[in-house]
């Protein structure tokens, strides 16, 4: 089992910046992929960011050259830090782990709100 803990939204103007964290405890060990997804109202869970444990990133193309994916491995926690946030960016951002056996596991989410 792999618990995945949000930290970090909240709402900011457009231009700003916000960074998510995601610490992760249990079995740490058997995850190979760690990363973000979001939900806008109305619309279908998307990928944001993901890193597997080769350090091979993927960005969604709406946020490549704004958001930065990272790992701290000593503190099990991977960061998501947004710049030149948007009002689209606006969503419930999940926190997302992938074991080896291809299990999924999700945080509970942390609202990001951009507006002015």
């Known amino acids: 089992q792999v618990q995945l803990v949000e930290s970090g939204g909240g709402l900011v103007q457009p231009g700003g910046s916000l960074r998510l964290s995601c610490a992760a405890s249990g079995s740490i060990s058997s995850t190979n992929a760690m990363g973000w997804y979001r939900q806008a109202p109305g619309k279908q869970r998307e990928l944001v960011a993901v890193i597997t444990r080769g350090d091979t990133i993927n960005y969604a193309d709406s946020v490549k050259d704004r958001f930065t994916i990272s790992v701290d491995s000593a503190k099990n926690t991977v960061y998501l830090q947004m710049n030149s946030l948007k009002p689209e960016d606006t969503a419930v951002y999940y926190c997302?782990?992938?074991?080896?056996?291809?299990?999924?596991?999700w945080g509970q989410g942390t609202q990001v709100t951009v507006s002015s």
């Open positions: 997302y782990a992938l074991s080896w056996a291809r299990r999924e596991y």
